[in-house]
């Protein structure tokens, strides 16, 4: 048991390598409206931008943002997702698209969040959607 203990402890504590950028953390968290996804680097290496990619359960990823240009070692990267509103107790998934600057493409690792939204906003959400 200690020892499965210290293999989960290393692989939060050691940053992961995606395409030249080592990433810290990453997190997503509903604010009852949106869901908040955030990410931090200790290092980026020749990386040019994230994308942030959402799925539901019962889908595949698609991107969810535009290209979030790489500021560079020791960063904190926020991105809002205000289109997650349409249903109510939701789980979503997320993950980052990490592109280098010559063009490799990976992958992080992936997050689940449950959100949970009230009657209105999701009313709200529904009409917004007809007008598109």
Do not use: C
Request: net charge neutral.
């Amino acid at each position: 048991m200690k020892k499965q203990f210290l293999i989960f402890l290393l692989i939060l504590i050691v940053p992961a390598v995606f395409a030249g950028a080592f990433i810290v953390n990453i997190s997503a968290e509903s604010d009852g409206e949106n869901i908040v996804v955030k990410w931090t680097t200790s290092q980026e290496i020749d990386l040019n931008y994230f994308v942030v990619e959402r799925r539901s359960i019962n889908s595949s990823f698609g991107p969810i943002s535009e290209n979030i240009i790489a500021k560079g070692s020791n960063s904190n990267y926020e991105f809002i997702d205000q289109n997650a509103y349409k249903t109510t107790d939701a789980v979503y998934i997320y993950r980052l698209k990490i592109v280098s600057k010559n063009g490799d493409i990976e992958h992080s690792g992936e997050i689940s969040v449950s959100h949970s939204v009230s009657s209105v906003r999701r009313t709200w959400g529904s009409i917004k959607a007809l007008f598109r």
